[in-house]
């Protein structure tokens, strides 16, 4: 199943717009996806190959998953969601474990966003969710990553104290990319609940990354923002 699967997605393969991908997603030395391959499929096309092979066993997806091809994760990742998706409480737990036994091949943004929050963070909803703070301490830009966009599970049921917890956690990380995260579930936590934003500005804003605050304040008055940019 595994070089049926492979085959399939090769053929559809587009070298030449490969390459505007490796720059858009940050593949060359030293950038956070150095060395990632891309195939130019579009995600579309990568999701109806995925509806076609959802009966995969563990084994392949896991080959999928080893893939230095994005493309291959993309779809191992789409097939996990499939199944989680489909089956009862119990078997969801065999996509949990098998998710966090690979979570360090969840390693582009596109991968944590389209996937933790709807199998990882959906899992633990009544769970211990512990593990999500030992997420957001690691050393992996993207487990870091994971450990806050999985709490968008928690805010789409106005939960939202694992989301504040962590965001204060990372507040003071080093990269764009975790700042980027947070404002985004900031901001999905505001359109359930202002005041969640609000409260939570008042307290950090002074040292709050000056990308995560802008994008935090851009949908509030002109007013607030000057506040806010001016702390």
Known sequence: MFKKI???ILSLKNP????????????WIWEYGEWDIFLWITVPELRNISKKYISINFEDIELLLKS???DFRFIALCILRLKYEKWDENAKKAVFDFSIKNIEKINNWDLVDTYVHYTIGDYILDKDREILYKFSKSENLWIRRISII???AFIKRNLFED??????ILLNDKHDLIHKATWWMLREAWKRDKQILINFLDKHSKNMPRTMLRYSIEKLSKEEKELYMKK
């Open 6 to 8: 492979t085959n399939e």
């Open 16 to 27: 030449d717009k490969a390459k505007i991908l490796q720059g858009f997603f940050k593949t």
């Open 68 to 70: 230095e091809i994005h």
């Open 150 to 152: 999985s709490t968008f």
């Open 163 to 168: 989301t504040l917890k962590i965001c204060e």
